[in-house]
């Protein structure tokens, strides 16, 4: 294999430019009589008059996302289907100029997907891949799944949104054992099933490379949460994984309990996003109880879940002690004045939680004060970058309006 690749990375220095990627792509489109996409020659266009031979760019990306707007926010060209993928991408076999692939949000169906996984068997510079919200089927996913175990080069593998469920969802579990190279992977809303996420959990325990993965949204046939018990007991192995997303679990106070007894052995974990689920008081004191040991996470995301008043004040004790926190989101989780006004308190008196995120909470006057004070002044302890809520007064009211945030 490795003289194979060898062998490939020769023959691809021919199409190693803008100006060689350009020509490859037209005249494989005019030898199938195929249509290129104008959008494609102009970013090469535009990379080949970036700069001279010297200054030239080494390596772009390409980004053809379909939805994709002029300045009028008009949809400005269809997205791409089958026969579009194929006249693109089987000229950059042997290329070594295009390190990104931006396909999400378009008409791709297995047939294409299919062309894709060839191409990931075949490549030496691809580093990212995005195929989010396309038609992707088994087959399609499956194909892909052959390419990844034949690639050292893919970084990044988006295919949220595609509906290949728990056979395509099984491939790509198993590509895991044998591919060296992916550090992130999200495979949201793809219709895992329960025997999938416990596959995923089964690889993840060996596999030495992945950092970020999202499992969210799966089809769970069964809400006792057996997926959260081996989440949790594959964390409790797993000294790679830095970035997990379980979101729409269905997960309830005994799931955030059993997950916490397996991450609290974690040293490595540093984004923990648990939003979307159903856990509420005594689930989030299990939570906060980790907190307060002081783990290495940075980000915890329990976003749309339902703490209120008595979990926020377990949180915010757990604050006191935990000096790794950086980033809390706490939006939309039925908090009110009591809850609010403690985690207000508490922040206020210390500096490590760098973001806070608390929108679609109940606020009162006093949550209101309290957040005015830790948002407003020469130098507030919240920027308008750290948080989603600001502060303003009306006849001497206080009140908060909402910031744009990524939560």
């Known amino acids: 294999m490795l003289i194979k690749k060898h062998e490939q990375l020769a023959v691809s220095m021919a199409a190693s430019t803008a100006e060689e990627t350009k020509n490859n792509y037209l005249n494989y489109a005019e030898q199938h009589g195929g249509k290129c996409l104008p959008e ?26 379909g939805n ?71 087959v399609g996913a499956t194909a892909i799944a052959k390419g990844l175990q034949m690639n050292d080069s893919l970084t990044e593998l988006q295919l949220n949104g595609n509906k290949f469920g728990n056979d395509g969802g099984m491939a790509i579990a198993g590509a895991l054992q044998v591919n060296e190279s992916l550090t992130v992977l999200n495979m949201d809303d793809t219709d895992l099933t329960n025997q999938t996420l416990v596959a ?6 060996t596999n030495s490379s992945l950092l970020n993965i999202h499992l969210g949204r799966p089809l769970l046939k069964s809400l006792q949460g057996e997926t959260t018990v081996h989440i949790g007991k594959m964390l409790e192995t797993n000294n790679c994984l830095q970035e997990i997303h379980i979101t729409k679990h269905a997960m309830d106070n ?41 783990p290495q996470l940075e980000v915890l995301n329990l976003a749309y879940n339902r703490a209120e008043d008595d979990g926020a004040i377990d949180i915010a004790k757990a604050l006191k002690a935990n000096m790794n926190l950086k980033t809390l989101v706490l939006c939309s989780n039925s908090l009110s004045d009591l809850g609010l006004c403690s985690l207000a308190k508490v922040l ?23 957040f ?36």
């Open 40 to 65: 494609v020659i102009t970013m090469l266009d535009l990379a080949e008059d970036a700069g001279d031979d010297e200054n030239s760019a080494l390596c772009m990306s390409l980004d053809l996302h």
């Open 68 to 138: 994709k707007r002029n300045v009028q926010n008009e949809m400005y060209r269809e997205r791409i289907n089958d026969k579009a993928v194929s006249l693109l991408v089987k000229p950059l076999m042997d290329n070594i100029f295009i390190v990104g692939l931006n396909l999400g949000y378009n008409l791709i169906s297995g047939e294409g997907a299919v062309v894709i996984g060839k191409y990931l068997e075949t490549t030496n510079a691809l580093k990212r891949l995005i195929l989010s919200y396309n038609d992707i089927d088994v």
């Open 200 to 205: 995923f959990t089964t690889v993840l325990k």
């Open 254 to 294: 005994s799931g955030a309990q059993r997950l916490m007894e397996g991450i609290e052995h974690n040293m490595y974990l540093l984004h923990l996003d648990l939003s979307c689920n159903s856990i509420s008081r005594d689930g989030i004191k299990a939570i906060a109880d980790y907190l307060a040991k002081g």
């Open 348 to 370: 206020k008196n210390t500096t490590h939680l760098q973001q806070l995120y608390v929108w679609g909470n109940n606020f009162g006057n006093e949550a209101a004060q309290a």
């Open 372 to 407: 005015m004070e830790l948002t407003v002044g020469e130098v507030p302890r919240f920027g308008p970058d750290d948080t989603d809520v600001r502060a303003y007064v009306v006849d001497g009211i206080p009140r908060l309006a909402r910031l744009a945030s990524p939560y």
